[in-house]
């Protein structure tokens, strides 16, 4: 596996690759890296010739200074676990080497799908996301672009991305990967107490409940439950959403001829989760 800080040294690599014709997979993660991010890799690796995956904590995407400070670092298991899930390539760059001496995120505009939800509650993210995303697919110009479901908004938001900008690169969606009892695997999830780790899997129980519930209850009485239930919990409910999947426009009835998703971002302390389940 080869590791590259430089982006010229990876723009070279790849261009050797290209010249025969080979697909590029292309991975971008923030590392602590878990079985959600390696299901992203495995998939690259099984349909690409070569996968390159990046570690970069994006400042830009942070709207909260602690929370940039405190996001947590593993990169010696990162990499081990890239190397033995057979990546060809891992992307390290430092923040200068991408922004120079200009650490600001650009402006983009999607339509609406950037305001709601993340948006809303993290102004600036999308911003942050789009710049980086952007600049990353502008270095290794990959075929194929994995992106979790997890980050169901990121992910309508990058294919939008490379929609208006004509980006030659296929985003791919893939399944939300979970813990034994529900909980979304996620890099923050080691920063949760061992009484918070035990509390949370209420995220997707709630979730798992409200799509059952959806079939027979109004939407209005689904917001009303979900808040309910949270205010029993030592848990603080950010938002509660059910939106339509691709304008991510929240809806007042179910039409289940369409295609609708409950989202939902809670706090634990200060550790911030999202999780999301289509109805
Ligand atoms: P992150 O390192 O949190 O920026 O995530 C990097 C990529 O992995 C993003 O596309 C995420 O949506 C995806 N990802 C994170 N957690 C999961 C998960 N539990 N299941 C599937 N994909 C995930």
Do not use: W
């Not at 208006?164 to 979970?178: D, Q, S, T, Y």
Request: a positive charge; glycine letters at 4%; proline letters at 3%.
């Amino acid at each position: 596996m080869q590791i590259f800080e430089k982006k010229s040294a990876l723009i070279l690599c790849l261009s050797l690759l290209k010249e025969k014709n080979k697909q590029i997979g292309f991975v971008p993660t923030m590392g602590v890296l878990h079985k959600g991010h390696q299901s992203l890799v495995e998939k690259s690796i099984a349909n690409n010739h070569f996968t390159v995956v990046s570690i970069f904590i994006n400042p830009t995407q942070f709207n909260k200074e602690e929370d940039l400070k405190k996001y947590p670092k593993t990169l010696e298991a990162d990499l081990e676990l890239l190397k033995n899930t057979g990546c060809d390539a891992v992307f390290i760059p430092s923040v200068d080497e991408i922004y120079k001496q200009n650490v600001v995120a650009k402006s983009y505009v999607f339509g609406g799908i950037e305001n709601q939800m993340e948006g809303a509650f993290r102004p600036g993210h999308f911003d942050g996301v789009a710049t980086i995303v952007h600049a990353f697919f502008d270095i290794i110009k990959p075929n194929n672009a994995y992106f979790g479901e997890k980050d169901f908004q990121q992910l309508q938001v990058v294919k939008k991305l490379a929609e208006i900008k004509n980006l030659p690169v296929n985003v791919i969606g893939c399944p939300i990967f979970r813990e034994k009892d529900g909980l979304a695997m996620s890099s923050r999830n080691v920063r949760l107490t061992s009484k918070q780790r035990a509390e949370v899997p209420f995220i997707y129980q709630t979730l798992k409940e409200t799509v059952r519930l959806a079939k027979t209850t109004s939407i209005k009485e689904l917001y009303a439950f979900v808040e309910k239930e949270f205010a029993k919990t030592a848990l603080d409910l950010e938002y509660f959403t059910i939106a339509e999947e691709t304008s991510l426009e929240e809806i007042s009835t179910i039409n289940f001829n369409r295609k609708n998703r409950a989202f939902i971002a809670v706090n634990a302390g200060s550790i911030r989760l999202i999780d999301n389940l289509a109805i």
